[in-house]
């Protein structure tokens, strides 16, 4: 069985910076393409950030020039850098992977972004 588990959410004030990990368990292979989404209070899920196995990313326009997604040498991990963060960042961020029609969630992590 796949499971995703997310680290690295926490409080940070605005203008600091994050960093989240995903890692991957389970008889998977590689992922086709792996992803950040994100679901703050009363607000739909919403792609923050997503990278190919070719290494092809994708922002969100509002995280653009502050995020940057990569995979990590261990396969199937994925990590977020989050920097000049903005109250409006606060949400659960969730990891997704894929790997032909079978996608799976990682449980999520909280990111809080406040003075």
């Known amino acids: 069985q796949v499971q995703l588990v997310e680290s690295g959410g926490g409080l940070v004030q605005p203008g600091g910076s994050l960093r989240l990990s995903c890692a991957a368990s389970?008889?998977?292979?590689?992922?086709?393409?792996m992803g950040w989404y994100r679901q703050a209070p009363g607000k739909q899920r919403e792609l923050v950030a997503s990278i190919t196995g070719g290494g092809t990313r994708n922002y969100a326009d509002s995280v653009k020039g502050r995020f940057t997604i990569s995979r990590g040498n261990a396969k199937n991990t994925v990590y977020l850098q989050m920097n000049s963060l903005k109250p409006e960042d606060t949400a659960v961020y969730y990891c997704n992977a894929g790997v032909g029609a079978a996608w799976y969630w990682g449980q999520g992590t909280q990111v809080t972004v406040s003075s």
């Open positions: 389970g008889s998977i292979f590689r992922f086709n393409a």
